[in-house]
C-alpha cells in the first residue's frame, strides 16, 4: 500500500510537475535536457522510496543514520551548486554524486520489502512521463524539492501551480486536483516541521470544495481537523466520505474515523456502533486476504474499541479487545522482525494496556508494559530523530510512568518524567502551533506537574503549573464548544486552583462551570467530589 506520505510524493509531487510548457532544448544541448530530466526522475524517485521507508521503518538504526547522513550531503552539495561562481563544473560534479548515492541507498533499501516493489515501479513509470511533459521552472522548483530544499522551492511550486489552475479553460476537476497535490507536498513539508497542520487542512478545504465526493480528500480532511481539535468538522468530514465511500474497505475506514470523533464527543452509543460496523467489514476483508496491513486494520479498530471501553469503565470488556489486538500485532512483528513499523504498533497496545491496568491498580502489570514500550519507542525515535510522532510516543509513556511514580508517592520521580514529557511536546507544540492535540498535551502535562508540586508542598509551582494548563484548555474550549470532556478538564484545573488560592479563581468561578456541565448533560462520576466541595464552601447546587 502506497503510504500517506508516498502519495505526496507519486501522485502529488509528480503529478504537480506537470504544466503548460514543455522542456524546450533551444536553450540548451539534447543530452544536456535528458541529464537533467534522469536527475529529476531520480531524486523524485529518491524521495517517494525514502519516504516508503519512513513509513514503513524498513531501515534499522545504521541504515537509518546512513539516510540522514546522505540527505544532509545533498543539501550541502545543492546549496554549494548554488553559490558556486564562475567554472562550477567541480560543485555539480558533486552534486550529481550525493544525488546519485543518496538514490543507490534508497532504492537498495527499498527493495528489501517485496509488497511495494509494484508502487515502486509505478511511480519510476508515472516520474519518467511528467517529467518530459514538465515546463522548466516547474521542473526547478520540483528538483529543489527532491534535493531536501522544501521550504526554498515551495513558493515557486506554489505560484506556478495556483497560475495553471486560473489559466483559461481550467476545469473544476484539473483545479480540485492541483489543490490536492499542494496539499500532498505540503504535508510532506508538515512531517518535517516546515509546515502547520492549518496550512495543510487549507488546501485541502480547497479542493473538497471543487470535489466533494473525493474519498480520500474528505478522510484527510478528517484527520487534520481532528488533530486541530474542531470535532464537529471532523466527524462531518468522515461522514461525507462514507457517503461516497465506493467500496467496502473505504467505507470500514469511514466508519472508524467517524467512530473516533464520535467518542470524543462522548457519543458512546454512535462510536459502539461504528467500531462494531467497521471491525466486522475489516475482519471479513482479513479472512479473505490475510495480508500483514489487513490484520493490522483488525487490530487498529479492536485498539480503538478497547479505548471506548475503558473510557466506559468495562475493563473487562477492554481487556479481551487489547489482548487481541496485541496477539494480532506480535505476530506480524515475529514474522517480520525488520519491520520496525510493526513494533511501534506493539508498543501502542501495551501502552493501552498499561493504562487499564492502572485504572484498575494493576500497577506492577502497569509499569511492565509501559517499559516494554518505552524501550522500543525509545530505540525507534533515536533511530529516526525527525519523526515527530515517535517523539511524541516516547513523550506519553514517560508521562505514564511517571503517574505510576506519582502513586507509589515516589514524588521526586514523578516530577522528574512529568518535566521530560513536557520539554518533549513543548517543543513539537512549538514546531506546530496549530495543532490542538499537542497544545492539550502540554496542558496535560502542566496539570501533572501542578499536581506534583503541590503533594511537595510547592505551594506556588503548582499554582504556576495549573494556571499555565487551565490558560490552554480554556483556549481550545474557546475554539471549540462542543468538546464535552475538555469542559471537564477546565472543572478539574479550576477546583485546584480555588482550593490553594491566590490565582483569581473563585469557588463561584467552579459553581458555573459545574452547573454548565451539569446543564449540557456531561457531568460524569467523580464530579460528585466538586459539588461537595461546592457545598462545603456554602454553594448549594442540584445534584
Not at 474519498?215 to 468538522?233: C, S
Not at 497544545?439 to 495549573?466: S, T
Request: charged fraction near 25%.
Amino acid at each position: 500500500m502506497t503510504s500517506r506520505i508516498a502519495r505526496a510524493l507519486t501522485a502529488a509531487g509528480l503529478a504537480v510537475l506537470v504544466a503548460t510548457t514543455p522542456i524546450r532544448a533551444s536553450a540548451q544541448s539534447a543530452a544536456a535536457v535528458q541529464a537533467d530530466r534522469a536527475a529529476l526522475v531520480q531524486g523524485l524517485q529518491a524521495q517517494y522510496e525514502v519516504a516508503l521507508i519512513r513509513e514503513r521503518k524498513l531501515a534499522d538504526d545504521r541504515e537509518t543514520e546512513m539516510i540522514a547522513a546522505l540527505e544532509a550531503r545533498l543539501k550541502q552539495a545543492r546549496a554549494a551548486a548554488d553559490a558556486a561562481k564562475g567554472d562550477a563544473r567541480a560543485a555539480n560534479a558533486q552534486l550529481a554524486a550525493a544525488r546519485a548515492d543518496y538514490a543507490r541507498l534508497a532504492a537498495q533499501l527499498s527493495r528489501q520489502d517485496a509488497a511495494i516493489q509494484t508502487t515502486v515501479a509505478a511511480s519510476q513509470a508515472e516520474a519518467e512521463h511528467v517529467a518530459a511533459q514538465a515546463s522548466p521552472e516547474m521542473a526547478a522548483a520540483l528538483q529543489r524539492f527532491a534535493d531536501g530544499d522544501r521550504v526554498g522551492a515551495w513558493p515557486t511550486i506554489l505560484a506556478l501551480s495556483r497560475a495553471q489552475a486560473e489559466a483559461p479553460g481550467a476545469t473544476a476537476a484539473a483545479r480540485a486536483a492541483g489543490a490536492r497535490e499542494l496539499a500532498s507536498l505540503r504535508d510532506v513539508m508538515r512531517a518535517h516541521g516546515e509546515a502547520t497542520t492549518a496550512d495543510v487542512l487549507a488546501l485541502y478545504d480547497q479542493a473538497a470544495a471543487l470535489a466533494p465526493n473525493d474519498f480520500k480528500v474528505q478522510i484527510q480532511r478528517a484527520r487534520l481537523t481532528n488533530d486541530l481539535g474542531d470535532l464537529p468538522r471532523a466527524r462531518a468530514a468522515a461522514e461525507q466520505a462514507i457517503a461516497v465511500a465506493a467500496t467496502d474497505g473505504e467505507r470500514a475506514q469511514a466508519l472508524k474515523s467517524i467512530g473516533e470523533q464520535a467518542a470524543l464527543q462522548s457519543d458512546t452509543a454512535t462510536a459502539g456502533k461504528d467500531y462494531d460496523q467497521a471491525l466486522a467489514i475489516f475482519t471479513r476483508e482479513a479472512g479473505s486476504d490475510p495480508t500483514a496491513k489487513a490484520e493490522n486494520d483488525v487490530a487498529a479498530v479492536l485498539q480503538d474499541k478497547g479505548d471506548l471501553q475503558v473510557a466506559m469503565s468495562e475493563f473487562n470488556g477492554a481487556h479481551d479487545s487489547y489482548a487481541a489486538a496485541l496477539k494480532i500485532r506480535q505476530q506480524l512483528a515475529a514474522a517480520d522482525p525488520t519491520d520496525a513499523g510493526m513494533q511501534d504498533y506493539v508498543t501502542s497496545v501495551l501502552q493501552r494496556i498499561g493504562d487499564r491496568d492502572a485504572k484498575v491498580g494493576d500497577l506492577k502489570g502497569a509499569r511492565e508494559a509501559f517499559e516494554q514500550g518505552l524501550e522500543i519507542r525509545q530505540r525507534l525515535a533515536a533511530a529516526d530523530p525527525t519523526n515527530t510522532d515517535l517523539q511524541y510516543y516516547v513523550s506519553g509513556l514517560l508521562r505514564r510512568i511517571g503517574e505510576l511514580a506519582y502513586r507509589q508517592n515516589d514524588l521526586k520521580t514523578a516530577r522528574q518524567d512529568f518535566e521530560a514529557c513536557l520539554a518533549i511536546r513543548e517543543r513539537l507544540s512549538a514546531a506546530n502551533p496549530s495543532s490542538a492535540q499537542l497544545k492539550n498535551a502540554v496542558a496535560l502535562d502542566y496539570f501533572d506537574i501542578g499536581e506534583v508540586a503541590y503533594a511537595q508542598n510547592d505551594i506556588a509551582g503548582a499554582r504556576a503549573a495549573y494556571e499555565k494548563s487551565l490558560d490552554i484548555r480554556v483556549q481550545l474550549a474557546t475554539a471549540d464548544p462542543t468538546n464535552a470532556p475538555m469542559q471537564q478538564l477546565i472543572l478539574r484545573g479550576m477546583t485546584r486552583l480555588a482550593k490553594i488560592g491566590g490565582s483569581g479563581i473563585t469557588w463561584r468561578d467552579v459553581a458555573n462551570q459545574y452547573v454548565s456541565i451539569k446543564q449540557a448533560g456531561h457531568l460524569t462520576p467523580g464530579d460528585e467530589m466538586v459539588r461537595d466541595a461546592l457545598r462545603a464552601h456554602g454553594l448549594v447546587v442540584s445534584p
